[in-house]
């Protein structure tokens, strides 16, 4: 059996830097896939191995020695339905496609709320939720192990350990903070919850409890040999 190791993919977003840190704190071996050389220095800080790619070409080579992935790439809210196409779709589309052929036991997206219904998003975010959408679709037939996060609009706050879970109905809603959000992604590898979509926004109930709910039964984690929290 393969000794853990995360890839994190989107390293460099503001997302994906907490994600980081928390991978550290907990002690977990992890890659963080940069697009430019110019980053590894604060990668290095953490103890993560580095591998340089690009997520609009061929970046299977990244997947070398990988047990769980998780992908918190998003394209920037300037760059426009290109990019949103190659980033928040297609690249997780490959994502999915190379986990698949290396066995990854599981793979964990960061996507958005507004997936649930993206013809229902304001013009700007319109095409974005909809790329959104068919990723996570696409990743949930794709026969890879997966928890798909869809959280409400996102905030540079501290984090508060707590959210509520949501749904397509959920409306202007509290926003989440990125740190709870990051905390969430890790915890899913943790605790080894598969085969689930969690949507949440800002909220009282406490990020354990919620969790706790979704974890596999111990047969479940006996099959799939999910880690244990550290």
Known sequence: MKTLKVLLIGAHGRTGRLIARRLHD???????????????????ALGAEIVLGDLTHDFSHTFDDITHVIYAAGSAD?????????????????????????????LVV???????DPAHSGFALRHYSRMKREAD???????????????????????????ALADEATKHAPEVSRADLARIAVDCVTLG??????????GAEPIDALLDTLR??????????APTRR
């Not at 907990?26 to 290095?44: G, Q």
């Not at 960061?110 to 649930?116: G, K, P, T």
């Not at 798909?148 to 540079?156: E, K, W, Y």
């Not at 919850?193 to 800002?202: E, H, K, L, P, T």
């Open 78 to 106: 300037t760059e426009g339905v290109h990019e949103e196409r190659a980033i928040d779709r297609d690249a997780v589309m490959r994502t999915a496609d190379y986990a698949k052929r290396r066995r990854v036991q599981q």
């Open 193 to 202: 919850i598969r085969d689930r979509m969690i949507a949440f926004v800002g």
């Open 137 to 163: 679709e696409y990743v949930a037939r794709r026969g890879v192990p997966y928890a798909i996060l869809r959280p409400g609009a996102l905030a540079d706050a501290p984090a508060r350990g707590a959210i």
């Open 216 to 225: 596999p039964e111990p047969a479940t984690l006996t099959r799939h040999a």
């Open 110 to 116: 960061v996507s958005a709320l507004s997936a649930f």
């Open 26 to 44: 907990e002690a977990m071996p992890f890659r963080a896939m940069l697009r430019k050389s110019a980053h590894k220095s604060e990668f290095a």
